[in-house]
């Protein structure tokens, strides 16, 4: 089914740069759906805070499950009652029309832009939420404070660390950063556990 050109320009005036990453990021990976509303927030807040020119546009603040952007919400909202964004359970998808317009809204982006899209998705949206949290606390602990879920992640740090790395999601010294451990001391976990050390995750 065609979407109609016009039709595509009049939504295009509706498209600020948050909408705009949204749906460059529901585009990415053959328009796999975020796992839900939690992933979004995570992986836009690592998209946005990755480009110099939106910082204006950050209004992350630390929440109950770490950075969260009332922005966001209200983009994701205003995308879905615009028949661009669906939800199906959890899952945040594409339209047909939201694809069409995703594929547009890609012509004009930069390659470094789409590839920051794409590597953030492919990083992070295939995690449980408690990989997703443990990357994101301790990657930026300043948006940890106001967290309902940090004591527990902060004990089960070495194992959560320890699932990321075997995922090949994290480099060693970021396994480390994760775990709370000296890298000598994440690699003695590693022997122990009769996992390899990888070259370049």
């Known amino acids: 089914m065609e979407i109609n050109a016009d039709k595509i320009k009049m939504k295009l005036r509706e498209i600020d740069p948050i909408k705009a990453y949204i749906l460059l990021l529901l585009r990415e990976k053959n328009f796999e759906a975020v796992k839900g509303k939690l992933w979004l927030q995570k992986e836009m807040f690592i998209i946005l805070s990755n480009l110099d020119k939106l910082k ?17 919400d209200v983009a994701l909202e205003q995308l879905e009652k615009s028949g661009l964004v669906r939800f199906e359970g ?16 890609a012509s004009k982006a930069s390659s470094e832009n789409i590839e920051l899209v794409r590597e953030i998705k492919e990083l992070l949206n295939d995690l449980s939420k408690d990989e997703l949290l443990a990357f994101v606390y301790f990657t930026f602990p300043e948006m940890t404070k106001e967290s309902l879920e940090i004591e527990n992640i902060k004990r089960r740090r070495k194992k959560l660390a320890l699932k990321l790395y075997r995922k090949g999601k994290i480099s060693l010294a970021k396994a480390a950063e994760i775990s709370g451990l000296s890298i000598e001391e994440f690699m003695s976990i590693l022997r122990k556990e009769q996992i390899g050390v990888q070259i370049n995750p």
């Open 56 to 72: 204006n546009f950050l209004d992350f603040e630390p929440y109950f499950f770490g950075p969260h952007s009332e922005s966001v």
């Open 90 to 105: 959890n899952k945040i998808s594409l339209t047909h029309e939201g694809e069409g317009l995703a594929n547009v809204l």
